[in-house]
């Protein structure tokens, strides 16, 4: 039935925004929601083909019956455009808020897509990466401009939380190494499983990264 898969799309966008990671493009989906309008375009220029060579030209009061049908099938197209758009702004702002939160979204897409393929992927289709080549373009432009817009401040962290913090200084235990840091106080080596008291603005990006664990 037409509006089928443009609904299951608007089902699948509307989990896409209580999920922490990105699930994998419905390629297949989007495909067959194009052929649909496609398939209905097609439809509706068969109904007017008749009156081309009609100097009157098409009249709904006379061919009521052929107005209706074309009414449905621009309104079919009408709502598969709109799940399509809706499908890819649900996306593209969960891409935004990522590169905002300073993840690494290309390199990480392939893991999540292995962790959420089997889970978002119920219609069968085998994606083996989270991003369309499209999406993927994006992110790096939207990168590239974020760079460019924080570099004019460089003395401030654009990207960290807008709630100030309730302690000056936090406990944290290293989950991954990160190396060397400079801090206020000076240079610290974040090694695996060390624990450190430090200022929470010297660390608050790599907490949000994943690098480090914030104890109570």
């Not at 649909?36 to 439809?43: F, G, Q, S, T, Y």
């Not at 593209?92 to 959420?116: C, I, P, R």
């Not at 990207?159 to 406990?171: A, I, M, W």
Request: aromatic share 8%; net charge negative; with cysteine.
């Amino acid at each position: 039935m037409h509006g089928d898969l443009a609904y299951k799309l608007a089902q699948h966008a509307k989990r896409t925004q209580s999920l922490t990671y990105l699930p994998p493009y419905q390629t297949e989906v989007i495909r067959a929601i194009v052929r649909e309008v496609r398939d209905l375009d097609k439809n509706v220029l068969g109904l007017f083909a008749p009156f081309e060579s009609s100097s009157a030209g098409f009249n709904p009061s006379a061919e009521p019956a052929i107005a209706c049908n074309v009414l449905v099938n621009h309104l079919c197209m009408r709502r598969d455009k709109r799940c399509l758009l809706a499908y890819h702004r649900v996306r593209a702002e969960k891409l935004e808020a990522l590169v905002w939160a300073g993840e690494e979204v290309v390199e990480n897409s392939a893991t999540a897509s292995a962790t959420g393929t089997e889970q978002e992927n119920s219609d069968g289709a085998a994606n083996h990466h989270s991003l369309s080549p499209e999406e993927e373009e994006y992110v790096r432009q939207f990168g590239d401009m974020l760079a460019s817009y924080k570099g004019q401040w460089t003395n401030i962290d654009l990207t960290g939380s807008l709630e100030p913090p309730k302690d000056l200084f936090v406990d944290v235990r290293v989950l991954k190494d990160a190396g060397e840091i400079q801090t206020e106080y000076g240079a610290i080596t974040l090694s695996k499983n060390s624990q450190f008291w430090v200022r929470q603005g010297d660390v608050e990006r790599l907490i949000t990264q994943g690098y480090l664990q914030k104890l109570s």
